[in-house]
């Protein structure tokens, strides 16, 4: 493994255009009952365009929290993020929403899919909150669930399908609105270790197809796929390692 080398960035800056995920100096604050609890403390990451990165660290580290503002889901107490050129730590919640619908997607542990729906209308409904029109919508659907490997499983709902097929439903809804950057919350959590590597795999090939990936995970044989891996510790970056040959 070798360590990543930072590069360098000062408040007001504009990030480099191969630069799609930048944070200067991110930190968030929790008020629980009083007593502030210091999630992240001034994290400065900065990742390229097509980079698979898997961001890692125990319970209590930050890496949810870093997720949650990386994937607009949160603002910051200070400092800034900067995603695909545009600074977004400081928008509103309606920007947040529509960066959100734009430029993330999102794959979580349990796939989030709707029961009574097919899998081409689960895939479909980021594009609904877009206002495609219905034509346009389904082939753009169809053509996400082709690259997934379910172009024969596009009426079947998600009962009718198993575990590994349901997350690679929820994979197409992510890619659907080709996304600057997908975003995987513990992404094999409930499948089995077989299901496990075969949708790892999948996030290769997307990877290799040229999609930045950023995954959290505490598994250290699923962060392994990953080209490069961020460890956290109490808020702050314990290590940042490229693990590429």
């Keep these: ?98 960066i959100r619908n734009k430029e993330i997607g999102f794959v979580f542990q349990t796939f989030n899919l709707l029961p009574r729906a097919t899998s081409l209308h689960n895939v479909e409904l980021p594009l609904i909150y877009a206002g495609m029109p219905a034509q346009a919508r389904r082939q753009q659907a169809s053509r996400a669930l082709e690259r997934v490997g379910l172009g024969d499983r596009m009426a079947h709902k998600p009962n009718e399908l198993s575990g590994g097929q349901r997350q690679r439903v929820a994979i197409a809804r992510a890619l659907v609105n080709e996304p600057s950057i997908l975003l995987a919350d513990e992404p094999t959590g409930n499948l089995d270790s077989a299901t496990g590597e075969e949708i790892m795999r999948l996030f290769e090939e997307l990877h290799d197809q040229g999609q930045t990936i950023l995954l959290v995970t505490h598994e250290h044989d699923i962060a392994a796929h990953a080209r490069r891996q961020i460890h956290l510790r109490d808020g702050k970056i314990e290590r940042d390692e490229r693990t590429e040959g």
């Design 1 to 98: 493994m070798t360590t990543a080398q930072p590069m360098t960035f000062r408040t007001g800056d504009t990030p480099l255009p191969d630069i799609v995920i930048l944070t200067h100096k991110l930190a968030r604050d929790y008020d629980m009952g009083g007593e502030v609890v210091r999630a992240l403390r001034g994290i400065d990451i900065q990742i390229r365009r097509n980079e698979f990165v898997a961001i890692m660290g125990p319970s209590g580290s930050g890496k949810s929290t870093l997720m949650n503002l990386i994937g607009c889901l949160d603002t910051p107490t200070a400092g800034e993020y900067w995603l695909n050129g545009q600074k977004v730590s400081d928008l509103s919640d309606d920007e947040l929403a529509r």
